[in-house]
């Protein structure tokens, strides 16, 4: 046979896009300003952009993250400014970018901000003194050489130079920049979809229907067989009209999604209005805030895969919950369903003719769009076995691409024999083409794990002996399963021919199949006893809890099960045995004290019994050595855990919410392989082992257990641990050797009242990034070596009674957050009734002669949360203004009177002042330029304000319950003059004010 080139594309000619645009941008220069409102009205026009918000160090190579976005974008837009070559980041992002345009087509559009095409064409000016400073600092030379040509080509492109566009309007240049940008993306979009087999004209079809130019608002349903490409056509329809209206969604599988409509109407809430979050209490609230939220804009939704009436009543019910020249677009099987919802035009979706199944076919079979010689009259005979149908054409061929001339004859030779109306028979024919543990997988995938995460069927097939990873591989490569977004799914005309494939020997008699997925089937096969030796797998997964009948012998014929879920079944009492050969046995709600004394299931990997009425596992020893995994969460009558001396690979413990439990095994603390340790919220443990050497333990769950007052000793390195839980415990103080935890990146001690002390031996934790200590109010002081932590990014003292932190905190450089809300004993009368003494440069009146430092040294400081400390005037220090990485200034409810100017305006990157509830604050200090939001509510004595309309980054600004300030005419005038200003800006550019996310965010593990 001829070899025939491979090829994992639709087509080999068309890059894989994942943006729309990409931003190449000199952050200093146009971040805050001209690229924040470009990016934002891209937004808007629903425009996928990538824009890199890393504060990045200079000198660092680009990532490769970022070359792969600018790899997968289709334009790129590059802002040159004033500063732009000082960047050697910026340097390396345009030669990328311009190797983007030569080798995939990528399209590039330069913008000149306040610097000449010139400047740029020829590196003069600060372009020249760019390079100059580079030669010194760079020792790669031809690095530097090759930013000189990009340069050249990029500043040689047709693009908009602002000072000169539209009268130096920075507004309306955004404005032509992003119709450019719409349109050049439509034509795009086009250009591809007439690459695609079938799609152009399809597409033109439902355009037609669509009729774009009315204004009345449109339902259009698109119906058709499964696998016919319904929701192919809906996709290359709302990628190239989206653009045209004010929100745009596509809404995949809403029939998987049925039973959660609510999260649906969240999604097209979302999206359409850019929220950032919103919650919805019940479908009926869903359906009128779509109707009164979205009545007066012009919108496109895309529905995909509605089966029920229900689906469309809550999520599109009427065309008057939707602005004029809205589009609403159905995908289904069932034209019954459209014609019922009152659709406006229906658009039949036809198999593809003979030419394009061929193309389609070849393209899977020979990775082109005609057959490979020879192979000309195979591909028409095997194309009308298909009957045209797209999905069974792209598995066919994927399951001939690269076979041998016979087998192509052999394969056709079979289905010849199977009717033409039988689709699902010629399906099987990749299942047939299949090895035997594959076939496994994909019968168990197709019964079992559809639409679950790839991560859990690889662990639970892993336990089947299985090597899951390659075999789930070859099923996304022969078109039978797909991957998206972490899980696993199957067209479900697959699915159904995995279905017949397990029941055909015995159509009528489940207890005879080797799976049993059906609630219907497994119940009459428990509580009839029909089970038989053929039974692999049982997956009972009830939507709502419902009473079932197991007889006493129901799994005794099952001795090949090793699958067993079974969820939502009210069952009075347990069977007498349980299978030894599972392999993973969960079971929610198991109902009896402890698994049966037979059970003796050595080849057992997982064990999940939540909300079980387990008192005791089992008594003694068991030599259970393929366990991994044990959670038996929310199990409330659970009082003792098992020995584990023979559970030696056990890698995830899950006790979560148990809360009878009162004591733990000392044998849990050698599980050398123990990864994950969770027992949140066991409310009535007392005690944990007294030592422990978990020597692969990742993270440690305590959190809520409120009788534990004491932490183990640690007797080993545990250097795997990143994350430590301790919230709402009873522990006094931690033990010394808390330092062998040398990769402790998160300690969170939050709320435990008892606590007392911390060990110095916290302080040789050289990975420690956060450390959350809020509410431990018994708490008075720090490690005086707190300081040599220099990986501390993040510390929370909130609530606490520390009144002389140690004055090591000033060379924490590395610190990013520092939060000491409420903390009045900070603020006592021995320390000033003023800011904490540790942040002075100065004695306090009551000092002992010690000397505290100043806050000069937290040069990485960005969050500074004092609020709610009893400040006074005397306690602001006189060099706030120092911290130069600071952004966001919280010192509300103080006491002081006044602020000093120069603290607050050298604060050269503070973009949010927060002053709420000051009650004593007379005068607002002069801003810095780069404020963006003041609040300063409830500040009742505050009487003028520095000019606010001066600060063009100002979006938002309150001041309620100020009544003195509105008394001044001057300052009120211009508080209305600097919100009518922001109004219009918003108005242009429908940009939708919000208070940003914190700079840094408490680490999850």
């Given at each position: 046979m001829r070899n025939i080139a491979s090829s994992s594309s639709f087509s080999a000619s068309t890059p894989k896009w994942t943006y729309d645009v990409f931003l190449s941008f000199r952050g200093e220069d146009v971040r805050k300003s001209f690229v924040d409102f470009?990016?934002?009205?891209?937004?808007?026009?629903?425009?996928?952009?990538?824009?890199?918000?890393?504060?990045?160090?200079?000198?660092?190579?680009?990532?490769?993250?970022?070359?792969?976005a600018i790899k997968e974008s289709r334009i790129a837009v590059i802002i040159f400014s004033e500063n732009y070559a000082t960047s050697s980041w910026c340097l390396d992002e345009l030669a990328e970018i311009i190797d983007c345009k030569h080798v995939l087509g990528q399209t590039v559009l330069p913008v000149f901000y306040y610097v000449d095409p010139s400047v740029v064409r020829r590196q003069k000016g600060s372009f020249d003194r760019a390079f100059v400073k580079h030669e010194d600092e760079i020792e790669d030379k031809e690095r530097i050489q090759k930013w000189r040509a990009p340069l050249t080509e990029a500043a040689s492109i047709s693009g908009w130079d602002v000072p000169?566009?539209?009268?130096?309007?920075?507004?309306?240049?955004?404005?032509?920049?992003?119709?450019?940008?719409?349109?050049?993306?439509?034509?795009?979009?086009?250009?591809?979809?007439?690459?695609?087999?079938?799609?152009?004209?399809?597409?033109?079809?439902?355009?037609?229907?669509?009729?774009?130019?009315?204004?009345?608002?449109?339902?259009?349903?698109?119906?058709?067989?499964?696998?016919?490409?319904?929701?192919?056509?809906?996709?290359?329809?709302?990628?190239?009209?989206?653009?045209?209206?004010?929100?745009?969604?596509?809404?995949?599988?809403?029939?998987?999604?049925?039973?959660?409509?609510?999260?649906?109407?969240?999604?097209?809430?979302?999206?359409?209005?850019?929220?950032?979050d919103l919650r919805i209490s019940s479908v009926l609230e869903g359906s009128k805030m779509i109707q009164t939220r979205l009545c007066c804009k012009k919108v496109l939704i895309v529905l995909d895969d509605v089966d029920h009436l229900s689906q469309l009543d809550a999520l599109a019910g009427m065309h008057e919950w939707f602005g004029d020249g809205s589009r609403i677009i159905i995908t289904t099987k069932n034209k019954h369903l459209l014609v019922t919802h009152g659709v406006d035009k229906m658009h039949k979706m036809e198999v593809l003719n003979e030419y394009e199944a061929n193309q389609l076919f070849s393209w899977h079979a020979f990775k082109k769009d005609y057959p490979a010689k020879d192979y000309e009259e195979l591909s028409i005979e095997i194309v009308h076995y298909a009957g045209c149908l797209p999905l069974a054409l792209k598995v066919l061929g994927s399951f001939l691409y690269g076979r041998e001339m016979a087998e192509w004859r052999s394969e056709v030779e079979r289905l010849k024999r199977i009717p033409e109306d039988e689709i699902m028979e010629k399906l099987k024919v990749s299942f047939n083409g299949l090895k035997e543990v594959e076939k496994e997988i994909f019968l168990d995938i197709a019964c079992f794990f559809e639409g679950k995460k790839k991560d859990y069927i690889r662990r639970v097939l892993d336990s089947f002996n299985f090597c899951p990873d390659i075999h789930i591989n070859v099923l996304i490569q022969k078109s039978l399963i797909t991957l998206s977004r972490g899980r696993i799914l199957m067209h479900c005309l697959i699915q159904e021919m995995g279905w017949n494939i397990v029941r055909e020997k015995a159509p009528d008699e489940p207890g005879k199949h080797s799976r049993l997925w059906v609630a219907e089937e497994i119940c009459d096969v428990l509580a009839r006893d029909k089970a038989t030796e053929n039974i692999v797998g049982m997956w009972l997964d009830l939507p709502t809890p419902q009473d079932v009948v197991i007889k006493n012998e129901a799994f005794e014929k099952m001795k090949k099960l090793r699958l067993l879920k079974i969820n939502n079944a009210c069952v009075s009492y347990c069977p007498n045995c349980i299978p030894n050969e599972i392999r993973w046995l969960n079971w929610h709600g198991y109902p009896s004290k402890s698994l049966p004394e037979s059970f003796q299931p050595e080849k057992l990997i997982g064990l999940k019994l939540q909300y079980s009425r387990v008192i005791q596992l089992w008594k003694g020893i068991k030599l259970l050595d393929k366990l991994k995994y044990i959670n038996l969460s929310y199990s409330q009558k659970f009082i003792r855990t098992p020995d584990f001396t023979g559970i030696r690979n056990l890698e995830r413990l899950i006790l979560e919410g148990c809360s009878s439990l009162t004591e733990i095994h000392p044998s849990a603390g050698y599980l050398k392989r123990l990864q994950k340790f969770n027992l949140r919220n066991c409310t009535n443990l007392r005690s944990l082992p007294k030592k422990i050497i978990l020597e692969s333990l990742e993270v440690m769950i305590l959190s809520g257990c409120s009788k534990v007052g004491e932490f183990p000793e640690i007797l080993g390195t545990m250097d795997h641990l990143k994350a430590v839980y301790l919230e709402a415990?009873?522990?006094?103080?931690?033990?010394?050797?808390?330092?062998?935890?040398?990769?402790?990146?998160?300690?969170?001690?939050?709320?435990?009242?008892?606590?007392?002390?911390?060990?110095?031996?916290?302080?040789?934790?050289?990975?420690?990034?956060?450390?959350?200590?809020?509410?431990?109010?018994?708490?008075?002081?720090?490690?005086?070596?707190?300081?040599?932590?220099?990986?501390?990014?993040?510390?929370?003292?909130?609530e606490t009674a520390i009144s002389e932190p140690p004055s090591s905190i000033v060379l924490l450089k590395n610190l990013k957050t520092l939060s000491s809300r409420g903390c009045k004993a900070m603020a006592s009368h021995k320390c000033r009734a003023s800011l904490p003494s540790w942040l002075l440069g100065q004695k306090s009146q009551d000092s002992t002669g010690l000397v505290f430092p100043s806050v000069s040294g937290l040069n990485s400081l960005a969050k500074l949360d004092l609020s709610d400390c009893n400040l006074s005037d005397k306690g602001l220090p006189c060099d706030l203004g120092s911290l130069s990485s600071l952004v966001e200034l919280n010192l509300g409810k103080n006491n002081f009177t006044s602020i000093s100017a120069a603290?607050?305006?050298?604060?050269?990157?503070?973009?949010?002042?927060?002053?709420?509830?000051?009650?004593?604050?007379?005068?607002?200090?002069?801003?810095?330029?780069?404020?963006?939001?003041?609040?300063?509510?409830?500040?009742?004595?505050?009487?003028?304000?520095?000019?606010?309309?001066?600060?063009g980054l100002l979006h938002r600004v309150s001041f309620s319950n100020c009544f003195k300030l509105l008394q001044d005419e001057p300052t009120s005038s211009m508080i209305y003059a600097t919100w009518n200003h922001m109004l219009k800006v918003f108005s242009f550019l429908q940009y939708t004010s919000r208070r940003p996310k914190n700079i840094l965010r408490r680490r999850d593990y």
């Open positions: 470009l990016y934002s009205a891209l937004q808007k026009k629903g425009i996928y952009t990538f824009k890199d918000d890393e504060k990045l160090e200079r000198g660092r190579s680009i990532s490769p993250a970022l070359l792969q000169n566009t539209a009268d130096g309007h920075e507004s309306k240049c955004i404005q032509e920049i992003v119709e450019y940008v719409v349109a050049k993306l439509e034509r795009v979009v086009a250009i591809e979809a007439k690459n695609q087999v079938g799609i152009d004209s399809r597409v033109q079809r439902v355009n037609a229907l669509l009729n774009l130019g009315s204004g009345k608002v449109q339902f259009i349903g698109i119906w058709g067989m499964s696998g016919i490409g319904k929701t192919t056509i809906a996709w290359a329809v709302f990628n190239r009209i989206s653009t045209h209206f004010e929100g745009a969604i596509f809404l995949e599988d809403v029939r998987k999604q049925s039973e959660s409509l609510k999260n649906l109407q969240e999604e097209i809430l979302l999206k359409i209005l850019c929220l950032k415990t009873a522990i006094k103080e931690l033990p010394p050797s808390i330092e062998h935890l040398t990769s402790l990146v998160l300690l969170n001690l939050s709320y435990c009242e008892s606590l007392t002390s911390l060990p110095s031996g916290l302080c040789r934790l050289k990975c420690l990034e956060a450390l959350i200590l809020s509410g431990c109010s018994k708490l008075d002081r720090l490690p005086e070596e707190l300081g040599h932590v220099l990986s501390l990014e993040e510390l929370y003292v909130d603290s607050i305006k050298n604060l050269s990157r503070l973009r949010i002042l927060e002053l709420v509830g000051c009650k004593r604050l007379e005068i607002l200090p002069e801003l810095p330029p780069c404020i963006e939001e003041v609040y300063a509510d409830n500040c009742t004595s505050l009487q003028s304000a520095t000019d606010l309309t001066k600060h």
